[in-house]
């Protein structure tokens, strides 16, 4: 059974960057079947894909966050990453990693979801 | 803003048959056959309902459907019952530029 788990600070400041990791379990981020996603959920809101990464270090973004987020792979650790800088109180959401698959198109696993608050 | 248009609410008795709209353009919904449902129940993950438009993944009851009539989607499900009072979301591909978009959302009520 595939299994993603994210961890990182709940707390963030203004201004600092937020760096979240994604553990993958059950499945080899090197089975080239797959892109390794994050995806936000703002506060009631709706879901916000930012961006994800091929296991040979492709990574593929939000234009709108684009110039913010990066996200970076370790196949030896079998984990992904992801790093927001800049953040505001805006980037206070529920931070999801998801696999998708790259054909049929669909993300069908996902993390539990970490909540990160972007205050001082 | 999100990219893809969906009712913010829709509702229906046990055991009626309810349809979500999903609206997108000629970019995303329209241009591909890439059309993902997900259901989100209070403090969850995501789970994947349909893929590829109409496409169940093994265990998702037959109950719920897909379908994409030019620039919009929909779901339905069929036969309601009060577990499927939850958020759905749909998503697509939206070709090299923007790559994945998703729906607002849409809460289901089962009354």
């Known amino acids: 059974q595939v299994q993603l788990q994210e961890s990182g600070p709940g707390l963030v400041k203004p201004s600092q960057t937020l760096s979240l990791t994604c553990a993958v379990s059950g499945d080899s981020i090197s089975d080239g079947a797959y892109y390794w996603s994050w995806i936000r959920q703002h506060p009631g809101k709706g879901l916000e894909w930012m961006g994800y990464?091929?296991?040979?270090?492709?990574?593929y973004y939000n234009p709108s966050l684009k110039s913010r987020v990066t996200i970076s792979v370790d196949t030896s650790k079998n984990q992904f990453s992801l790093t927001l800088s800049s953040v505001t109180a805006a980037d206070t959401a529920v931070y999801y990693c998801?696999?998708?698959?790259?054909?049929?198109?669909?993300?069908?696993?996902w993390g539990q979801g970490t909540l990160v608050t972007v205050s001082s | 803003q999100s990219a893809l248009t969906q009712p913010p609410s829709a509702s229906g008795s046990p055991g009626q048959s309810v349809t979500i709209s999903c609206t997108g353009t000629s970019g995303d919904v329209g241009g591909y056959h890439y059309v993902s449902w997900y259901q989100q129940h209070p403090g969850k993950a995501p789970k994947l309902m349909i893929y590829?438009?109409?496409k169940r993944p093994s265990g998702v009851p037959d109950r719920f459907s897909g379908s994409k009539s030019g620039n919009t989607a929909s779901l339905t499900v069929s036969g309601l019952q009060a577990e499927d009072e939850a958020d759905y979301y749909c998503?697509?591909?939206?070709?090299?530029?923007?790559?994945?978009?998703f729906g607002g959302g849409t809460k289901l009520t089962v009354l």
């Open positions: 998503s697509s591909y939206a070709g090299s530029i923007n790559f994945e978009v």
């Open positions: 998801a696999r998708k698959v790259a054909a049929p198109s669909k993300f069908d696993y």
């Open positions: 590829e438009v109409t």
């Open positions: 990464i091929y296991y040979t270090g492709s990574a």
